[in-house]
Nanobody, 125 residues
Framework: VPVVESGGGSVQAGGSLTLSCEAS????????LAWFRQATGKEREGIAF???????RYVDSMKGRVTISRNNEKRTLWLQMNSLKPDDTAMYYCARAQQRGYLTPPLQASQYDTWGQGTQVTVSS
């Protein structure tokens, strides 16, 4: 079941972007979802996680600057990013957990098995 990201682009430091991810209704009802990013030459990093029961987790480097949310009826996951920095430049990916039933959202990339193609975010200084 694919997930499809959109909403990336170029923005100046201090600006904001909202990324979107669309997937099937089954995905939104039954699976934890997350946003990861990967900058050139760096490992993939999880930044925001949302479980089916509404529990969220954020990577420390982006706490207070990002919000993950979902609307099951619209089958859309969002990542609102504010106060963007050049270090936030990366390809951003939406991902679905490989299993159902997590009590809290899984935090490791290895726990996600469905990935989108990614959407590029570029922050200039």
């Amino acid at each position: 079941v694919p997930v499809v990201e959109s909403g990336g682009g170029s923005v100046q430091a201090g600006g904001s972007l909202t990324l979107s991810c669309e997937a099937s209704l089954d995905t939104f009802i039954n699976y934890a979802l997350a946003w990861f990013r990967q900058a050139t030459g760096k490992e993939r990093e999880g930044i925001a996680f949302l479980n089916t029961n509404g529990i969220t987790r954020y990577v420390d480097s982006m706490k207070g600057r990002v919000t993950i949310s979902r609307n099951n009826e619209k089958r859309t996951l969002w990542l609102q990013m504010n106060s963007l920095k050049p270090d936030d430049t990366a390809m951003y990916y939406c991902a679905r957990a490989q299993q159902r039933g997590y009590l809290t959202p899984p935090l490791q990339a290895s726990q996600y098995d469905t990935w989108g193609q990614g959407t590029q975010v570029t922050v200039s200084s």
